[in-house]
């Protein structure tokens, strides 16, 4: 399904850390739940979504081309131009603010040789100001969403994650991450389980201390506050 709204999207464990994250930044005193996916306010565009709707390239727009800036970064300015787009015209269509939130794995095997984590940071941060979005936010797990998670299920849990960021991305290389998650989870790390650990709070959102993370969650609650007028 390339795009769809709130009763006909599977939220999977990422899109339930944004909206737990959403929740306690607004609700800053969490007394009461104010999730938009239980809400049905929320929307998704696939992968294949934005490579069909890409627009007209702007030239000069994306200055990450270099001896060290591969040209492969484009892929990801390109995709936050097209959800900005979608994204102000999701705004007009339901007349409120939307916050447009880029989800890609920084390093999978589907997405090799695209550049490394700053690169893709940095060109999704410019795909969003080039069509002039304020709201939009790059969720780039590193090397993968595997990652983030466990950082909050592995023994000594949210304690010396940054060493995750070092692990390889590659799903048939040697202890890959999620079969690290799978152990860290007895075994039960279907998603449906994982859901239900960030939306009980099993899950810290707010505890996991990665730098990739930590960048995404910043910049999430920057959008947030600009959204709904949170004074910083």
Known sequence: MDSCDSEN????????????????????????????????????VSEHFLASNRPV?????????????????QYYFENA???????KQKSEEVND????????DADGT???????????YASIV???????????????????????LLCAVKPN??????ALEQESGNDRGANPLKT???????NNASTDQINTLVQADAIDVLRIDMSSYNTFKADLEGAVRLAVGIPE
């Open 110 to 120: 589907a997405s090799a040789g695209r550049g490394n984590w700053r690169d893709k």
């Open 157 to 162: 849990a949210y304690q010396h994650c940054e």
């Open 97 to 104: 603010t939307v916050i447009a939130v880029l989800f890609r």
């Open 180 to 186: 690290q998650l799978a152990d860290a989870l007895n």
């Open 126 to 148: 410019k795909g969003f100001a080039a069509e002039n979005y304020d709201l939009g936010v790059a969720m780039l797990p590193n090397p993968k969403s595997e990652a983030w």
């Open 9 to 44: 999207f599977k939220a999977g464990p990422m899109a339930w850390v944004v909206d737990k994250l959403i929740e306690k930044y607004i609700d800053t005193k969490q007394s009461y739940e104010i999730s938009h996916i239980n809400t049905s306010r929320v929307s998704f």
């Open 57 to 73: 390239s702007i030239k000069k727009a994306m200055d990450l081309r270099g001896k060290k800036k591969p040209a492969e970064t």
């Open 81 to 87: 131009r097209t959800l900005a787009i979608a994204a």
